[in-house]
């Protein structure tokens, strides 16, 4: 099956300052990646995703990329602010390209990120 | 409009004892995740419901666990015989097929503490 890593497990920060994340995956027939967000007490909410066709998205201060040769994607966060400040989640699945909702997510063990003021 | 919501959100037992813990999908969603998550770790994937087809049990881990989703719509997570090792936070998720992202929502979760 589907074996997720991800780097590292804590991150600490200066407002302001870029924050990276990194996961890596086992299964090349992963396709879809999306990136969770838990804040504290709170449920994971998805922030961003990439699918295997592209190498690159962005959305505002938060960016993601993929490099499928080597099996590995990140999360960039650059301006970081103290609500940046929660546990990041990536994954990674083999999703079918002919639709429906059989995505089984495989998480990475997540990323605490403390933004300090 | 409502989103996935769970019950109870907090469930103390005493070790030996049976649980049930409850989730209520977004209306219409055909998908249905349960994860837990332990203390520092990840989402460590548990049982997928999708329609009417048979659920993806393979991330039980025990005989001890099983779950069922009635008329498609809610799911109950049932652990027998409660081990302290089971406690955690109980998450469950749904997803649409019609959402193009195929994004799985989340509710607040269920605690579990095994005394």
Redesign the interface.
């Known amino acids: 099956?589907e074996n997720?890593e991800?780097h590292p497990s804590t991150l600490s920060v200066q407002e302001g300052d870029s924050a990276v994340i990194k996961c890596t995956y086992s299964d090349s027939a992963s396709n879809?990646f999306?990136w969770y967000k838990q804040e504290l007490g709170?449920?994971?909410?998805?922030i961003i995703?990439i699918r295997s066709n592209v190498g690159e998205k962005k959305d505002q201060r938060i960016a993601v990329t993929l490099n499928k040769t080597a099996k590995h994607f990140s999360l960039h966060i650059t301006e970081t602010q103290p609500e940046d400040s929660a546990v990041y989640?990536c994954?990674a699945v083999i999703?079918s390209n002919s639709?429906?909702?059989?995505?089984?997510?495989?998480?990475?063990?997540?990323t605490l990120l403390t933004v300090n003021p | 409009g409502a989103g996935?919501s769970q019950s109870p959100s907090n469930k103390v037992t005493e070790k030996g004892k049976d649980v049930e813990l409850r989730c209520d999908p977004i209306s219409g969603?055909?998908?249905l995740?349960w994860?837990r998550q332990s203390l520092?770790?990840?989402?460590?994937?548990l049982i997928?419901f999708?329609g009417n087809s048979a659920p993806?049990k393979?991330g039980l881990p025990s005989d001890r666990f099983s779950a069922e989703r009635t008329g498609g719509s809610v799911s109950t997570l049932t652990i027998q015989r409660t081990q302290q090792e089971d406690s955690a936070v109980y998450?469950c998720a749904s997803?649409?097929?019609s959402?193009p992202?195929?994004?799985?929502f989340?509710?607040?979760?269920t605690r579990l503490t095994v005394l």
């Not at chain 1, 709170?42 to 998805?46: D, G």
Request: charged share 15%; proline share 5%; hydrophobic share 20%.
């Open positions: 099956g997720v991800q879809y999306p709170k449920r994971p909410q998805l995703d989640f994954a999703g639709g429906g909702s059989n995505y089984k997510l495989t998480f990475g063990k997540g | 996935v969603h055909t998908a995740y994860y520092g770790q990840g989402l460590e994937f997928y999708q993806d393979s998450l997803s649409s097929s959402h992202r195929n994004e799985q989340f509710g607040p979760g």
